[in-house]
Structures are given as C-alpha cells and as structure tokens.
C-alpha cells in the first residue's frame, strides 16, 4: 500500500541551527501537508502546498519556516534558525484531489529535538 | 475558545464491550470529519471519515454525526487490546479550507 515517507526519522539539533525535514508524498497525490505534534499535546496545522505554492498556513508558521517541492517527489519543511519550543514531532501528510476526497494520510513523522 | 473538544479519558472498556468516543465542535460550517488513531509515539492513522448527517459503519467502527448538535462521535464494537490508542477527533473548516483542526484526542485502553 503506497505510504507518505519521513526522513530522519530523529534529528537532534542546537539551537539557532537550520533544520531540513523531508517527506515523500505518496506519488499520485496533489495536495501536500505539515502539521506538528509537541509532546503530549495535539496535532497542529502548520501549512498546505499546492501547484508549488503555499494554499494555506497556520499562525505557527512564521518567517522561520518555508516548504518547498524541490524535485517533483520530495516535499521539504525547512526551520532557518531553531528555537527549544520547536521540539516537536513533525508530520508531512499528503491528499489525493478526487477519488478519496479530503482524506489526508500521514507519515511516520520525524521527531525534532532542539537543545 | 477550543474548536474541537475530546474528552482526554482514559477511557477503560474490557475486552468485546462497546468503546464510545466523543467530539465536539465549534464551528458550524465545518464541513468533513475524521476519526484518526493515534499510539504511543506513532503517527495518525486515518480509520474513519464521515460528512453527513447519521451513522457510517464500517467493520466494527461506526462514526455518527450531528451537524445540529455539532457532535461527532465513533463507536468501537469488540473492542480488542490492541485497539487501545488515543483517538483524534478532526475537523475540516468550511469550503476552500483543507486543513484539520484537531482535538486533544481520547485514551482508550481494552482491558483483556
């Protein structure tokens, strides 16, 4: 069954470095999603891609944040300069246009730890 | 003012029993609704949808949504141990919008 992939699963980072998180969507899916989950709270929006432009974003994706669709398969959360509360559990989710309708399906996530 | 509110439990049903989980919402144009299961350090996974009005069964779970009483709810039939997880109630904001607006989620432990 065609699944969305996370890379790294774990990245551990210092503070104020630059991060790259990497989703491959699942392959004939056109509308592409990163939410996040910190520790023991709920899942949040952060941002919806489509036709290579951002379509929606939340109040948590401010100017520290950008995505991009480099190569036609991997979609990209970048953090520029990252702070503690970005600890977080990041997931790229990706959607079908029709067929399936709105159901979003998830990645395993990668684990963000900031010290 | 929460969107999506989800009692966080736990919530304890033995084994085979019924599990009834619970969500409320604030917005009334909200359009879609979804049912995740989420365990321990794992991603969601989608397990139902519904976007009328009624009940939707499939398997042993059933979601039922009430618009009017901007309730949502799904009903695990058998439940078995390895249902236990947290369930993630999701919203889907009016047309135009496809993000999801999460509860807290539920905890749901199966007791053999």
């Known amino acids: 069954e065609p699944e969305v992939t996370q890379t790294p699963s774990h990245q551990v980072t210092q503070m104020g470095q630059e991060v790259i998180l990497r989703c491959v969507p699942i392959s004939n899916h056109l509308y592409f999603y990163w939410y996040r989950q910190i520790l023991g709270q709920k899942v949040e929006f952060l941002v919806s891609f489509y036709n290579n432009e951002i379509s929606e974003k939340s109040e948590i994706f401010d100017d520290q944040f950008s995505v991009e669709r480099p190569d036609g398969s991997n979609f990209t959360l970048k953090i520029r300069s990252t702070k503690l509360e970005d600890s977080a559990m990041y997931f790229c989710a990706s959607r079908q246009n029709s067929g399936t309708g709105d159901k979003a399906f998830f990645g395993q996530g990668t684990r963000l730890t900031v010290v | 003012q929460k969107e999506v509110e989800q009692n966080s439990g736990p919530l304890s049903v033995p084994e085979g029993a019924i599990a009834s989980l619970n969500c409320t919402y604030s917005d009334r144009g909200s359009q879609s609704f979804f049912w995740y299961r989420q365990y321990s350090g794992k991603s969601p996974e989608l397990i139902m949808f519904?976007?009328?009005?009624g009940d939707k069964e499939d398997g042993r779970f059933t979601a039922q949504l009430n618009k009017a009483s901007q309730y949502v709810s799904l009903l695990i039939r058998d439940s078995q141990p390895s249902d236990s997880a947290t369930y993630l109630c999701?919203?889907?904001?009016?047309?135009?919008?496809?993000?999801?607006?999460f509860g807290k989620g539920t905890k749901l432990s199966v007791i053999p």
């Open positions: 999701a919203v889907r904001k009016g047309a135009g919008s496809y993000q999801l607006t």
């Open positions: 519904i976007y009328s009005n």
